[in-house]
């Protein structure tokens, strides 16, 4: 082209795969350095995308074990209030004396539930790894844009997850002042047990995770803006790219904020400063840090907090729209309005955070503002969904697990969607908030969905990983079991909301009013461990088709479009043995002109019509 | 048609693909963007200052704290002592200009380790009054929990904030360092680009743009 022969050329920069002219023009030198790796810096210390991907996966799914466990756990206290299980006591010791858990325990559980879930799972475990993954791969990149980084993305995460281990370890044990952290509660030494020392491990480890996360999203953003190959325009990027994208837009702009937040919390808890405390008693003694302002807090962290659960989902709807696309053999239905219905998201994100704040007392005009900014965000939701579900119509469609839970996810997220609604609205809110209602209606709209996607992620790009599959069987058991195991657990918490039944509370034996709900909280605390049991089955089919799965033998065994499958069947580090496939059209050529599928580096043919988006 | 043709159709557009968009380097783009991220973070210390100030009924005056000057016994400079701090970090912002000019222009090694040098220079006479100015309040007994000169919302937040921005300059300065020491041994000659000359320079001045806020905050409102 006309650009290479303008471009001077310069000499090569010797550290590094890419290298681009003055003028912008990506160039790669002569031969790609070919590094002597041993194990450590194979697998270990890897600066390989694909392998720190792996790692954010292994680590991810640690984090969801435990944290599923500890959910369990709280459960049978809320499914079998009263009865003891002398296990408990043998595992967990003073924390569960005679077999029940104590309140202070319970607390601890639900805090770690909640932030293992939210930050260490859904957000690292799920971008990390899938951002790390794709990027490069769908974007015709040898690699991140700068692969230190990366690989120091996954070291600064893995020290945060050391932190919050051992803040379980240590005497007065873990944060339990909500995963939210909100002060006073978590900004005075004592004002509970776990605001002791597990408070500021909490606070370490965070900063270390917004660290992690940071160095992660940086590099993101620039790959796909800067590394993409030739051809592939911004508007033929797979839709999980611009998925990851933009969640790496919104990391960078909101997590820097609870970096901030999080130093603020921990000089008042260390340092004697009231940033967030005023006029507070303890035992009867009236406090020396005064003039400070709990409710600050709380903007500071719904500002970060409200767009970490569009972190969350939006790496989920990037992975089910490529694979509802792929599974249905069908262009995605609209993929210029998925587009700009995540960007709309994306910048909404923003401009709603208060409506967590509607029982702060909230001016009530203010409240009406973010009322109708919440709303809003129904509008290109509801774009996405009507967009999978035209995708889905009609289609030729293949049920593989990975099909599966992204349809599961649609189901999901329209389910904890309509309920959004609801709590959208400040009037409906304020008696909903401290209910069940909005345990029901997170769990189901980000956290189970996201996990969906996640899921779905993994089944459709294990291939890719291990150059093996995944046992469909196991997959679809796998399914079933979760699909209905979660909706029976979340289901009935609408209900037991809506009559007022509170969330954060260790027993419901106190209130005589809620005691018909007795059998119903047993019900979901036993759905909710056959909905563990079939994670360990994931994790056993997960492990197992690592070494023993069935071996992939072609290179693209979805007949996918996508450049990923263009790769050997287990790429090594620079991804392609030859040059950068160019791209020559966007990735959802399905069932085009009696052709399954045509992938993106298939040339226009004579006469072909152009474009469908 | 034959396939080249159609490949050699396509228009030349900066987004279409093996290309940077805004023509900079990807390490150039993650300095910007690293910028942006951090705006946020003093972005969110300077909305608590505004919170806690506007909670407050009265607020000390800055020409009654910041009036001692170095050396200066019994002599009242109000602010006298923060405009020298300004100017110096303003200055070595000039110089950083000069640095990366020296490398970009005319790949001058001896030039660019020079206005490096001095850059490092008014970093470290920065950092140097703050500690002086820090431990003179200190001794006065503005602490993180105590302030003789009025709302003590003003300690904490000026040291919190202030410290922040210092640690950024510390950083700033170590970096520095480390980049002349790169110059000085040719590393950027071998590379033939100084562009990371440039790279701490964007984050030197985005330093010293966050002090203009910073100053403007405690000093002047």
């Known amino acids: 082209m006309a650009h290479e022969m303008q471009t001077a050329v310069s000499s090569p920069v010797t550290d590094h795969v890419h290298f681009q002219t003055v003028e912008g023009e990506i160039r790669e030198p002569e031969h790609i350095p070919h590094h002597k790796e041993n194990f450590v810096t194979k697998y270990i210390f890897s600066q390989d995308h694909k392998t720190i991907g792996k790692q954010f996966l292994f680590t991810g799914m640690f984090w969801a074990f435990v944290g599923g466990l500890l959910s369990l756990i709280f459960r049978l206290q809320l499914g079998y209030p009263g009865q003891s299980f002398p296990i408990l006591e043998t595992l967990f010791g003073k924390w569960a004396a005679g077999g029940i858990i104590t309140p202070e325990f319970y607390y601890k559980l639900v805090t770690m539930h909640g932030t293992l879930l939210v930050f260490f799972v859904l957000t690292a475990g799920l971008s990390g790894t899938f951002a790390n993954l794709l990027i490069p791969l769908q974007c015709g990149a040898r690699d991140m844009a700068s692969p230190f980084l990366n690989m120091l993305s996954y070291w600064f995460f893995f020290a945060a997850s050391v932190v919050m281990l051992i803040s379980f370890f240590i005497p007065d044990g873990a944060a339990d002042g909500g995963w939210t952290f909100y002060p006073p509660l978590n900004g005075l030494r004592e004002a509970s047990i776990g605001s002791r020392a597990g408070a500021d491990y909490w606070l370490i480890g965070m900063a270390l995770f917004i660290i992690s996360s940071l160095l992660g999203g940086l590099n993101y953003i620039t790959t796909v803006l800067n590394l993409r190959t030739k051809g592939m325009s911004m508007n033929r990027l797979p839709l999980t790219v611009w998925a990851l994208l933009i969640t790496a837009i919104l990391g960078l702009i909101s997590f820097p904020v609870l970096l901030g937040a999080a130093i603020l919390v921990l000089f008042d808890r260390n340092l004697g400063t009231s940033f967030f405390l005023d006029e507070i008693f303890i035992g009867g003694r009236h406090l020396d840090q005064m003039g400070g302002n709990a409710i600050l807090y709380q903007h500071l962290f719904w500002f970060l907090g409200h767009p970490e659960v569009y972190i969350i989902i939006l790496p989920a709807f990037g992975l089910v729209s490529e694979i509802i696309a792929n599974n249905a053999r069908k262009p995605i239905f609209g993929y210029r309005a998925m587009v700009l219905s995540m960007l709309a998201i994306a910048i909404l994100a923003f401009v709603v955070w208060a409506h967590h704040m509607f029982v702060t007392g909230l001016n009530p005009f203010v409240a009406s503002v973010f009322v109708f900014l919440t709303l809003l965000v129904a509008v290109p939701s509801a774009v996405k969904v009507f967009n999978w579900l035209a995708t889905l119509w009609q289609g030729n469609i293949r049920f593989t697990p990975a099909m599966l839970f992204a349809i599961g996810f649609v189901s999901l997220f329209i389910s904890g969607g309509l309920t959004g609604i609801f709590l959208g609205n400040s009037a409906l809110d304020i008696p909903l908030h401290d209910t069940y209602f909005v345990v029901a209606h997170f769990h189901i709209v980000m956290g189970v969905s996201a996990f969906f996607g996640m899921v779905a992620g993994v089944y459709h790009w294990f291939p890719k990983m291990f150059g093996r599959y995944m046992n469909h069987t196991l997959g679809y058991v796998h399914f079933w079991i979760t699909l209905v195991g979660a909706y029976l657990v979340f289901w009935p918490m609408h209900y037991m909301g809506l009559i007022g039944l509170p969330r954060r509370v260790w027993s419901l034996d106190a209130y005589q009013n809620f005691s018909m709900y007795g059998d119903m909280n047993r019900f979901m605390t036993d759905a909710a461990m056959l909905v563990f049991f079939a994670q360990i089955l994931f994790i056993l089919n997960f492990v197992y088709s690592i070494f023993w799965g069935r071996k992939v033998t072609v290179k693209n065994p979805w007949q996918s479009n996508s450049l990923e499958w263009t790769t050997e069947i287990v790429p090594g580090h620079g991804n392609w043995k030859g040059p950068i496939p160019t791209v020559y059209r966007w990735p959802y050529d399905y069932s085009k002109n009696g052709d399954d599928f045509i992938p993106q580096t298939e040339p226009y043919r004579p006469g072909e019509e152009k474009l469908h988006h | ?221």
Do not use: C
Not at chain 2, 99 to 108: L, Q, T
Not at chain 2, 122 to 151: C, R
């Open chain 2, 1 to 221: 048609m034959t396939e080249s043709s159609l490949t050699m159709s396509v228009k030349p557009n900066v987004w279409q693909g093996g290309f940077s968009p805004f023509r900079i380097s990807w390490g150039k783009l993650m300095m910007w963007y690293f910028l942006v991220g951090d705006s946020f973070s003093f972005g969110a210390f300077l909305i608590t200052y505004g919170a806690l100030r506007f909670s407050y009924e009265s607020w000390p005056l800055p020409t009654e704290v910041f009036k001692s000057f170095p050396f200066l016994e019994n002599v009242e400079v109000p602010l006298g002592f923060v405009s020298f701090m300004t100017f110096t970090l303003i200055m070595s912002s000039v110089t950083m200009v000069l640095a990366v000019h020296y490398g970009n222009a005319e790949r001058n090694r001896y030039k660019v380790a020079k206005w490096l040098a001095w850059t490092i220079v008014g970093g470290l006479i920065f950092l140097s009054s703050q500690a002086w100015e820090w431990t003179h309040l200190i001794t006065h007994g503005m602490t993180m929990k105590h302030n003789p000169f009025g709302a003590p919302a003003f300690g904490w937040l000026f040291f919190t904030i202030t410290g922040f921005h210092g640690f950024h300059v510390f950083t700033g300065v170590i970096i520095n360092i480390i980049i002349l020491i790169n110059v000085l041994r040719g590393v950027y000659d071998r590379r033939g680009s100084y562009e990371m000359v440039e790279k701490v320079g964007l984050y030197w001045h985005f330093v010293d743009l966050v002090w203009v806020f910073v100053f403007m905050a405690f000093y002047l409102l």
